[in-house]
């Protein structure tokens, strides 16, 4: 008799983006698990692309281009076709990517990356960069509202930054209801995941739009320090923590807190 997948009998909610969470419901379903998925996020244009559309005409003037997420860069590909520009404009420059799906992005529009850093965090992509030289200039490409560690930092350390909104976060008006109706239901959901700082921020939002309390047994799983950062500060620990920050580790982590 073969044993029982992981995660066989376990409910998990799953908060990202709805065009992102098809990739890691299926990788969560082959553990066994039954997921719902809830997005506490939705990606849609910034106020403006005025910035990102003139970084993207005036290349040549950066050392580093920094792409912070894969919805950044896709957004980068989508304002390319807009502008008529080609993905070789990018090949003289140094682009850096946090995180390998967002370096992996990149590279399906023909982007080459330069630097991917060992952590999936700001810190470890300023350690990676290194001191800047005088003069070095460098465009961050990243959501209308993130941490602001990554520009702080490089200008105190002599860099000129410049910063572009690429996509904004927003919170999807049905999920409220869905997030009601999940919770007012049996049987339990046993975990949910949290792969942004804002996906802990909107699921709050979520609860607090629904008139609902965050259920005492629901575990929190968290894809990196950041993201548990957030998540205790909204005086939930997480169960555990992905490591390495991707969705393999995420998933690794979903397993490693709910087994038995």
Same mark, same amino acid.
């Given at each position: ?52 559309? &003139? ?46 799906? &967002? ?48 520009? &702080? ?27 009601? &109706? ?79």
């Amino acid at each position: 008799m073969s044993a029982l997948p992981p995660l066989a009998g376990k409910r998990i909610l799953i908060t990202r983006a709805r065009h992102q969470a098809g990739q890691f419901a299926r990788l969560l379903q082959e553990q066994g698990a039954e997921t719902i998925e809830i997005p506490a996020i939705e990606i849609v244009p910034p106020p403006s692309f005025d910035r990102l559309d &003139t970084a993207l005409r005036t290349l040549a003037v950066y050392r580093w281009i920094v792409v912070t997420s894969a919805n950044g860069a896709r957004a980068i590909g989508d304002r390319l076709q807009v502008l008529g520009l080609q993905p070789s404009l990018f090949v003289q420059q140094k682009v850096a990517a946090i995180g390998s799906g &967002t370096a992996d992005s990149l590279r399906q529009q023909g982007i080459p990356v330069a630097l991917t850093p060992g952590g999936y965090v700001a810190e470890s992509l300023l350690e990676a960069l290194g001191q800047p030289e005088p003069g070095d200039r460098i465009l961050i490409i990243r959501a209308e509202v993130a941490r602001d560690i990554l520009p &702080t930092q490089l200008i105190a350390r002599g860099a000129a930054v410049d910063v572009a909104e690429a996509y904004s976060n927003v919170v999807p008006d049905e999920s409220a209801r869905e997030i009601a &109706t999940l919770f007012a239901a049996e049987p339990s959901v046993d975990a949910a995941t949290f792969t942004s700082s804002s996906t802990v921020s909107n699921f709050f939002h979520l609860l607090d739009a629904a008139e609902i309390m965050r259920p005492a047994g629901l575990k929190a799983i968290s894809i990196g320090p950041v993201t548990s950062r957030t998540l205790r500060e909204h005086g939930w620990e997480p169960a555990a923590e992905a490591d390495p920050h991707h969705l393999d580790g995420l998933v690794a982590a979903t397993i490693s807190a709910l087994k038995g």
